[in-house]
């Protein structure tokens, strides 16, 4: 399973992006799509996740309010909103997916991973 993330690039402080995650080859009916981001010398933490009908997600505390996921299943296609940036921000953002209907947002629980897209933010 091949997951493209795209949308990332260098964006000022203030500003807002909107990054998608395709997964074409996916065929499973229930599913999980995550975002996990890893800022420079930094592991790799859990952004936000949601089911592929969208009915849940999760959120980590640190990005509450500013960031929105979103799902188009009929597209195989998630979307995170990212408003208000900030340099925190900063770092490379992850596509993964989890083959199973289960919300968790636990890396250690996801299946595939893309290649990731960068994010900069600019003073």
């Known amino acids: 399973v091949q997951l493209v993330e795209s949308g990332g690039g260098l964006v000022q402080a203030g500003g807002s992006l909107r990054l998608s995650c395709v997964a074409p080859?996916?065929?499973?009916?229930?599913?999980?799509i995550g975002w996990f981001r890893q800022a420079p010398g930094k592991e790799r933490e859990e952004v936000s996740c949601i089911t592929n009908s969208g009915s849940s997600s999760y959120y980590a505390d640190s990005v509450k309010g500013r960031f929105s996921i979103s799902s188009d299943a009929a597209k195989n296609t998630v979307y995170l909103q990212i408003d208000s940036l900030n340099h925190a921000d900063t770092g490379v953002y992850y596509c993964?997916?989890?083959?199973?209907?289960?919300?968790?947002?636990?890396?250690?629980?996801?299946?595939?991973w893309g290649k990731g897209t960068p994010v900069t933010i600019s003073s």
């Open positions: 080859g996916f065929t499973s009916d229930d599913y999980v």
């Open positions: 993964a997916a989890r083959n199973n209907w289960y919300l968790t947002c636990r890396k250690d629980a996801m299946d595939y």
